[in-house]
């Protein structure tokens, strides 16, 4: 969703390569607050749900998630929360309800702070990418090399991160470089169905919506 809209405000960006693709495997969806008898999205309207970002994916996606579902998205409060912030956002009702990822959906369950009430995920063709790298159009065709070899390493990666004998070394890069506690990292689901190539189909969905 951020590449198209820097696309549509001038920047001429272009993706060189991909990442995971739906469906993934690691948990997400709305969470009502514990106490807010909310069950699906037609209860959301009037509401406020918090989202990690305006015009993000998982605001995109939430916002289809309701119109798919028979309720007219601008009758919701959307709030921006940062993902940390949601728990206490959710007790201290500041908002009835988030659109959350794991690790922090997990938590929120788990604490009773709130309850699922539908995955806004459900609205995703199987095998649109989520998230690419992206780069100016100008510096790509200067730097195809440097472009390659990072298509090359991400493949190499990809197969590395399959193999169950590298499980234990993945958790460890995955706890340095997001800084999620290692405990943390220990159970957070790890990506498997990498596709770096980039296809047109792969953001159908995104430009559709």
Do not use: C
Not at 6 to 16: F, H, M, S, W
Not at 31 to 52: Q, T, Y
Not at 141 to 162: F, H, M, P, R, S
Request: no cysteine; proline share 7%.
């Amino acid at each position: 969703t951020i590449l198209l809209q820097a696309n549509e405000q001038g920047l001429d960006l272009v993706a060189v390569a991909g990442t995971n693709v739906y469906p993934l495997a690691s948990p997400s969806g709305v969470i009502a607050a514990a106490d807010s008898n909310l069950h699906g999205p037609k209860d959301l309207e009037g509401k406020r749900v918090g989202v990690p970002g305006l015009g993000g994916i998982i605001d995109v996606l939430t916002r289809k998630w309701v119109q798919t579902n028979g309720l007219d998205y601008h009758k919701v409060n959307w709030v921006e929360i940062g993902f940390p912030q949601m728990a206490d956002a959710l007790k201290s009702h500041l908002v009835d309800a988030v659109a959350s990822v794991d690790p922090f959906y997990t938590r929120v369950i788990a604490d009773k702070i709130g309850y699922d009430i539908g995955s806004y995920s459900s609205v995703i063709p199987a095998g649109t990418s989520p998230v690419n790298f992206v780069a100016t159009r100008a510096w790509a065709e200067k730097n195809l090399d440097t472009i390659k070899a990072l298509q090359a390493a991400l493949e190499e990666a990809g197969v590395y991160i399959n193999e169950p004998a590298n499980e234990k070394s993945v958790r460890a890069s995955l706890a340095t470089y997001t800084k999620l506690p290692p405990p943390v990292a220990a159970i957070i689901d790890v990506p498997k169905d990498f596709r770096v190539k980039i296809t047109p189909d792969a953001l159908a969905f995104w430009v559709e919506v």
